[in-house]
């Protein structure tokens, strides 16, 4: 092979470390096709002892060189990828095999159309290694750029693949058993977008408030619909987003919304607010403060999240420091606690407090937004913590805590 043909190849490859994958890092990137590919011969490496009477080598390589179509495609998806895509794809690798000088190009050749048949030991480990590998990403990647369908597709994707050994059976289990843990550290944390009922103390009694929680839209607020439950008298704490999804749940349960309560002006928390006041004639409560911001179409609205542009709300209950609402017999106490915005404000009952973004489990909402004030919000958290007792906190972020756990953490930026 001349330096001509050779610099050529290199070139090509280069385009493999361009060319990016659905999967992301855990540092917060897409990763390289050539990422995906260099991990998985690492993979292959490492089960020589599993696999003794395996040409090792031969499966690096097709570890190394599977992906390398993609240096002219870019990455498909699996779950959109269609046959069309996969024969265009080797339509492009024969044409590139074609230009190689021997024994590359025959060789080469010879690599692919092993890893197409799927007969021998050797391709049936490349390809299961190769579903891990994209799932071992997912895992190792923050579980918010996961789309709702790979949920399923974690436990399912490689399934078939992994099957042809005792040893890739084994690494299929214990990567699914990551994968499930992952979803449910997630769904605690609040990063599952998924109704989660009931989170009342069963110590409360059957006449108590209960409590879902909703995890809506692309900050994955928590909205919580609080409700009697002999009247099914309900009141929306802070409307998030995805409106349907709302109306979906409390359709489901029966539930009569009253109130709307707002517990600061974010766009992250106000823009399923419309819909729902004017879908349920339910009362809309915020501080006197922040009541502005609600009706601030060009605040609300300049977020670059925003896909369903908001609605001004008027609201009908402006509220102050030691202002109370009731639901029935539960009692709701106003704590004005500014610092995440001026007019943030937490809803103190009995049980918990619902204490929007300023008090969040480990620490506490942004301050450098338009409004915030990081002295103002140390001075909030103190307030809290300063409350007798204990108390369930309801955030408007990430999983609930307690107060008593707050007190023995230091505050910090969430």
Known sequence: MNLEQYFEIMHLAEKMKNNTRHSWTSQGRHESVAEHSWRLGIMAYFMKDSFPAMNMDKVILMCLFHDMGEAFTGDIPAFVKTEKDSCVEEDRIEEWLHTLPEPYGRELKDLFHEMKAQETEEAKLYKALDKMEAVIQHNEADIRTWLPLEYDLQLTY??????????????????????????QNARTAGYVKEEVQPLTDDSWGQDQMQIIRLVLGACFTNCYLVYHPRTRNCMIIDPADEGEKIISCIEKNHLHPVYIVITHGHTDHVLAAAELA???HALVAVSKIDAWR?????????????DKPYRPVHPSILLSEGDELWLDDIRFTIMILPGHTPGSMALRTDQGIFTGDTMLAGGHGKTSLYGGDEEAMKKSIQRLK????DYRIYPG????TTLEAERKKSPSIS
């Not at 609600?294 to 925003?306: A, F, G, S, T, W």
């Not at 972020?397 to 609930?400: F, L, N, P, V």
């Open 158 to 183: 490689g399934k078939k693949e992994t099957e042809f050994s005792e040893v890739t059976r084994r690494l299929k289990e214990y990567v699914d058993q990551d994968t499930r843990q992952k979803i």
């Open 278 to 280: 004017e879908r349920y």
């Open 294 to 306: 609600l009706m601030d179409e060009d605040l609300i609205n300049d977020r670059p999240y925003v």
């Open 386 to 389: 300063e409350l007798d007792g």
């Open 397 to 400: 972020h990430k999983e609930m």
